[in-house]
């Protein structure tokens, strides 16, 4: 039981974790606090903060669970105020997307053994943004990647999982580089490759004709180029090394493509796409089998 959480970041990430703890009766008091009254407001009136506070120093008072949700750029800004308020036994954690960049802010803030920090990111989300988009079950039977380090208290470690296991997610532990690197191939490309292409088609003379016969195949791929620029912006700066590594990778498999295409070697896309759909059809039957994580 925790008995007052304080979400930095009210949206659909601090937002859907706030109405699951709630449904849950999991935490006496949900406070919230960012630099947008308006945006607060409209969280306490869907029932999903008891209150909010625009000053920092104040929100933390007495808070024993502190989240960071809100985009990356604006984790390191919030913490020297964080640490000036920050009641000794409370317990901070993130539920951002890449993990290298908040664990360095923190360091840099409150020093190389701060033992109340634990890193974490829970692996959901939609396209939508804001409060408004929250709902209690976003994270049933997802992933939620915990990055603790060497010096994290496992006393609060144990407490993150459990706010986390309320939601009915499901925990996993992995050094804050592998994370990185793993997401950066998983969601941080996609990403790219989604506003890209849009972007691309964007700067053609058809573009009209383009976006008037696009079909499933088109709105199935560009689904995310509809997620909020801010957010992405800030996850392809945060992880710089790891997303420039696959984006590489992927510009070399995809001049290998376009060779085979040039030379007409029909027999080499079909090995390269068979073994494409073999996987992608394999990863969807695990998930159908009811693995965790979609
Ligand atoms: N959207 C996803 O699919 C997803 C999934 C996992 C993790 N994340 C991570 O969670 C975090 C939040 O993402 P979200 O989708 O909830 O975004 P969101 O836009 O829905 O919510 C972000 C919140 O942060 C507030 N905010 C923005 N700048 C601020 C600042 N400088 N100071 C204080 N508050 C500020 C906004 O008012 C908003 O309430 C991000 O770090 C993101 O990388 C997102
Ligand atoms: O489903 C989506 O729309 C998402 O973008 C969610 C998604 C992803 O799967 O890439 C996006 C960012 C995260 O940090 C975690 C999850």
């Known amino acids: 039981?925790?008995?007052?959480?304080?979400?930095?970041?009210?949206?659909?990430?601090?937002?859907?974790?706030?109405?699951?703890?709630?449904?849950?009766?999991?935490?006496?008091?949900?406070?919230g606090c960012s630099r947008n009254a308006a945006h607060l407001q409209k969280a306490v009136d869907l029932g999903?903060?008891?209150?909010?506070?625009?000053?920092p120093q104040e929100a933390v008072q007495d808070a024993d669970m502190i989240l960071l949700a809100v985009p990356m750029g604006a984790m390191g800004k919030l913490l020297p105020q964080i640490k000036q308020a920050m009641p000794a036994d409370?317990?901070?954690?993130?539920?951002?997307?890449?993990?290298?960049?908040?664990?360095?802010?923190?360091?840099?803030?409150?020093?190389?053994d701060f033992a109340r920090f634990v890193p974490g990111h829970p692996i959901a989300g939609r396209?939508?943004?804001?409060?408004?988009?929250?709902i209690p079950d976003l994270y049933a039977n997802r992933r939620v990647i915990l990055t603790p380090l060497p010096y994290t208290d496992p006393d609060a470690v144990v407490a993150v999982e459990t706010m986390w296991k309320v939601t009915g997610a499901v925990l996993e532990s992995m050094p804050v580089e592998l994370h990185d690197q793993v997401l950066a191939a998983t969601s941080h490309l996609p990403h790219v490759l989604a506003f890209s292409l849009v972007d691309t088609?964007?700067?053609?003379?058809?573009?009209?004709?383009i976006f008037r016969y696009a079909a499933g195949g088109f709105r199935?791929?560009?689904?995310?180029?509809?997620?909020?620029?801010?957010?992405?912006?800030?996850?392809?700066?945060?992880?710089?090394?790891?997303?420039?590594?696959?984006?590489?990778?992927?510009?070399?498999?995809?001049?290998?493509?376009?060779?085979?295409?040039?030379?007409?070697?029909g027999e080499g896309l079909h090995t390269r796409m068979s073994r494409a759909?073999?996987?992608r059809d394999s990863y969807i039957t695990y998930l159908e089998n009811g693995k965790t994580d979609k």
Do not use: H
């Open 277 to 279: 759909k073999q996987a």
């Open 48 to 55: 999903v903060i008891d209150g909010f506070t625009l000053n």
């Open 90 to 112: 409370a317990i901070l954690t993130d539920a951002g997307s890449t993990k290298g960049s908040v664990v360095a802010e923190v360091e840099r803030v409150f020093g190389k």
């Open 1 to 31: 039981m925790i008995k007052k959480l304080v979400i930095f970041g009210v949206g659909l990430i601090g937002g859907s974790l706030a109405l699951a703890l709630r449904e849950a009766g999991y935490c006496q008091t949900i406070v």
């Open 127 to 134: 396209e939508m943004s804001g409060v408004e988009a929250a």
């Open 201 to 209: 088609l964007l700067n053609l003379p058809m573009r009209e004709a």
């Open 220 to 265: 199935d791929f560009t689904r995310i180029a509809s997620s909020d620029p801010v957010m992405w912006r800030d996850i392809c700066l945060t992880n710089k090394t790891a997303i420039l590594e696959m984006i590489s990778k992927l510009q070399a498999d995809l001049s290998e493509f376009a060779a085979l295409i040039e030379q007409q070697d």
